[in-house]
Structure formats: structure tokens, C-alpha cells
């Protein structure tokens, strides 16, 4: 929301310009007062330092009027940028007009065309300070109605919401997060921008000087960064208490301007605001990840890390389902680990252990990525292998005869010995009931050690 300068808008019309921006002199400080265009949406939230404006200083030094005209948009003072512009300076204020096109206006109807607008000049109206705080208000409400629950849609949203409310073509979170700083994007122009490296590297650097500060970049040029389409940017940190990561906006060649001090005002609330979020979303996640080791792990034979029982129940009534509808083949293997308790009796249950995780490594060397397999009991292994069929199974059985007999135990006279028994399901018969015949032909196999019967 906007409000009108009758008398700035009649400047502007006769001077042939979009826009008056009436600034007022105190010491090394100016505020904009107020004007037309852009000078009276952004009355009030404009001050500059003059120290820092190189062509208020041209201003202030020499008098009269300074002028500029350039085939694109260029920085002119604080957050204005105009291809065609001019300064004027009346009393203890200065005019800047703005035009698109070439200011055709002589230096003396400049001078007297800044006087009027000076003298026109009132105080900014309650009206436009209430929509300017609804403005802050409006964002963080934008941030906080909305929810995300993982980190990178937390950050993309805060990148999101940023870049819309602050108008700008990106906007991007540098987030602290697993030990790494990962970039979040978002804003019309991020897609087109997330892969240039030199952007990517400046991000960086902004952010490790937002944690010492905010930065307010109005001229990314003129602070000696060059080769990028970001002409402007604001960048904040995140994370009052301990650095979470950095809030980086920026405004692109595409539409160059700065930012104002509500700008800066939307961007410090959005930036508070995010922290919660982003720790709330980080401690959902957290508790995600124990919530999985914990399921893992009741899943998990601690011992060799297959599957246990509980797994292999699991995986048997997926793959029944499976099965019920696509009737695809698959083989059922019983594996037993032969002569554990004779081991365990000479040699101590720390042997034992050694030849039960051999076995399990055998078994995975001799499955595939996609073959099931668990331990379901002290000695006692079971896989499954879908879209396998006999010769499968008899592949199995080379591969795990091979590795068997090049296995080396701690005792030289340890031997690796495993007894396997398979089974393919007939049509309608049960998984369980299918691994039931694979199991007694495991025991008809043990007899001779390394076998296979089906």
C-alpha cells in the first residue's frame, strides 16, 4: 500500500518521470521524506548514510544538479536504481528523479521542480506506517500458517516466503544441519541460478559474514563483486542464541533495486521466525531417524546383521502378497549352519560366534541385492529369492559350497560346513507351508553336508 503526493505527482508529470524521491539532510544521514512512484511507497523506510553514496557526495560537493543516463539500470542511492536519473539539492534536502527514458528537464526546471516537491513534502500518514507494519506482520504469518515437516521443505519454504515477500527473484537458506552447510533455494529465478558456482561461493562468503551481522549489499558491483545477476542483497543470520545458518535474498539484473529499511525490517522477523521452524523440523526428523534405528534394530540380529525372526515374518507375508497377485516365481531356501553346538562345546560360544558370522557372509555373497535372508533361529538361516526358479537355487549352492571351502577359521582344524534345503510354492499353496518342505529337505540334506534338495 501506497499513499499519493498530489503535488510530487504533478513534479513527476512535468519533469516526464516515474518517480520523485524527496530526501531530507541531517549530518552524514538522509531519510526519505516521501514523493511519488517509488518515493512514496517507500517514504519513511529509506535512510542512507551520505558517506556511503558516492553520487549524493558528487551532490553535496559541487551543487547544482548531477546527472546520469545508462543503457540499463544502474545503483543511484540506498535501494533506487534507474537507467536515467537525476540529483537535486535544495536547502537541507535533495530531490532524485527517475525516469526509464533520458531526463530531457534543464538543471534550472530540475532545481525549481525539486524545490515544489520539497516544499510539498508533509508528514508520511498513519495510514501508510500501518500497512507497513501489516506488511511484517502479513510475512511471518505466511512462514508460520504453513508447516513443512523435513528440513529441506522447512528451509525451501523460508527461502520461498522470503523471496515473496521481500519481492525478490531468489531466496535462500544456508542451513547448519549433519555436519555440513547445505543450500536451500527458492524464488522465481533460483531454478535458473541454483547451478552457477561464482553465485554459490559468493553465498557462502555472505553468509559467514551474516553471522557476525546482517549485510545490506544495495550495490553488489560497487562492494567489489562482480560476474553475478544478483545485483542486490540482503543477508541475515539465523539462529539467535547458537548459528543455525544464514537468510539470503537478492534482487537479479532482471528488475535491479535494493532494499529499504522495512525490507530489512520483513527479512530480521522472517529470519527470527524461521528458527523455531527449522529446529522443530530438524528435532521431527531426529526423532524420525531414532524411530527407524530403533525399528532396525528390532528387526536385526545383532550378531551377524540379517534379518531375525521377527524380519523374516515380516518379509514372508510381503512376499505372499506379492505373490498372491502377480504369481511370480520364487524360491524358499532353509539353511542351517552344521555342527555349531560340537563347536561351541570344544572350542567356547566366541568360535561359535566367528563360524555364525561366516555363515551369514557366505549366504549374502551368495544371494542377491534383492534375495531376502534372515537368521530365524540359533543355527538356523532362511532366504527368500524372487524370480528365481531350480537352477537359481543350484547357482546358490555353487556359490556357497565355493566360498565354504575357502573359508579360513582362528583354529586351523575349523571347518565351515552349511546344509540348505529349497522350495518353489505350488499354485495356491501358502509361502509358510512352501518353506515347511524346504525345511525338510534341508534335514534330508544335512545328512551330507553342502547339499541341496527341493
Not at 523374516?312 to 552344521?338: F, P, T
Request: proline content about 4%; aromatic content about 4%; charged content about 25%.
Amino acid at each position: 500500500m501506497t499513499f499519493t503526493d498530489q503535488p510530487s505527482e504533478e513534479v513527476a508529470a512535468a519533469l516526464g518521470v516515474e518517480d520523485v524521491l524527496v530526501f531530507e539532510l541531517s549530518g552524514d544521514h538522509a531519510r526519505l521524506r516521501g514523493g511519488s512512484g517509488r518515493g512514496a511507497g517507500w517514504a519513511g523506510v529509506v535512510e542512507l548514510n551520505v558517506s556511503d553514496e558516492p553520487r549524493v557526495q558528487q551532490l553535496l560537493d559541487g551543487g547544482g544538479v548531477v546527472r546520469l543516463s545508462e543503457a540499463a539500470p544502474v545503483h543511484v542511492v540506498g535501494p533506487y536504481w534507474s537507467a536515467h536519473a537525476a540529483l537535486a539539492r535544495t536547502g537541507d534536502h535533495f530531490v532524485v528523479v527517475g525516469a526509464p527514458e533520458p531526463i530531457r528537464a534543464s538543471t534550472a526546471e530540475l532545481t525549481r521542480r525539486a524545490a515544489e516537491a520539497v516544499a510539498a513534502i508533509g508528514d508520511v500518514p498513519p495510514s501508510k506506517l500501518l500497512a507497513d507494519e501489516l506488511e511484517v506482520v502479513h510475512a511471518v504469518r505466511q512462514l508460520t500458517d504453513h508447516a513443512p515437516r523435513t528440513v529441506a521443505e522447512t528451509a525451501a519454504h523460508v527461502a520461498d516466503v522470503a523471496s515473496d515477500a521481500l519481492a525478490c527473484e531468489i531466496g535462500v537458506v544456508l542451513l547448519l544441519h549433519d555436519g555440513e552447510t547445505k543450500v536451500h533455494g527458492g524464488g522465481p529465478a533460483w531454478a535458473d541460478l541454483a547451478g552457477d558456482k561464482a553465485l554459490c561461493a559468493a553465498l557462502h562468503e555472505l553468509a559467514r559474514r551474516a553471522a557476525e551481522g546482517p549485510v545490506v549489499e544495495q550495490d553488489l558491483a560497487a562492494a567489489g563483486v562482480s560476474g553475478l545477476r544478483i545485483v542486490s542483497c540482503y543477508a541475515l543470520g539465523i539462529g539467535r542464541s547458537e548459528p543455525l545458518g544464514a537468510l539470503i535474498v537478492g534482487h537479479t539484473d532482471a528488475r535491479p533495486r535494493g532494499f529499504t529499511q522495512l525490507c530489512q525490517r520483513v527479512g530480521r522477523a522472517l529470519a527470527d521466525a524461521s528458527e523455531p521452524a527449522l529446529r522443530q523440523a530438524m528435532a521431527h526428523e531426529e526423532l524420525a531417524a531414532q524411530r527407524d534405528r530403533f525399528a532396525q534394530e528390532a528387526r536385526t540380529d545383532p550378531l551377524t546383521g540379517l534379518g531375525n525372526r521377527t524380519s523374516w515374518g515380516v518379509m514372508l507375508a510381503i512376499e505372499q502378497a506379492r505373490w498372491e497377485r502377480h504369481h511370480r516365481s520364487l524360491v524358499l531356501l532353509s539353511i542351517d549352519l552344521d555342527n555349531l553346538k560340537a563347536t561351541n562345546d570344544r572350542f567356547g560360544h566366541t568360535v561359535g560366534d566367528e563360524l555364525l558370522i561366516a555363515a551369514a557372509n557366505v549366504l549374502r555373497g551368495a544371494l542377491r541385492g534383492g534375495d531376502v535372508i534372515a537368521r530365524v533361529g540359533g543355527d538356523e538361516f532362511a532366504a527368500i529369492l524372487p524370480d528365481a526358479d531350480g537352477s537359481s537355487a543350484e547357482a546358490v549352492q555353487r556359490r556357497v559350497r565355493a566360498a565354504s571351502a575357502a573359508w579360513r577359521g582362528s583354529h586351523d582344524e575349523l571347518s565351515l560346513s552349511i546344509s540348505i534345503g529349497w522350495a518353489s510354492p505350488a499354485a495356491g499353496e501358502r509361502l509358510l507351508d512352501a518353506y515347511g518342505r524346504a525345511d525338510a529337505a534341508m534335514y534330508q540334506a544335512k545328512r551330507g553336508g553342502i547339499a541341496f534338495a527341493g
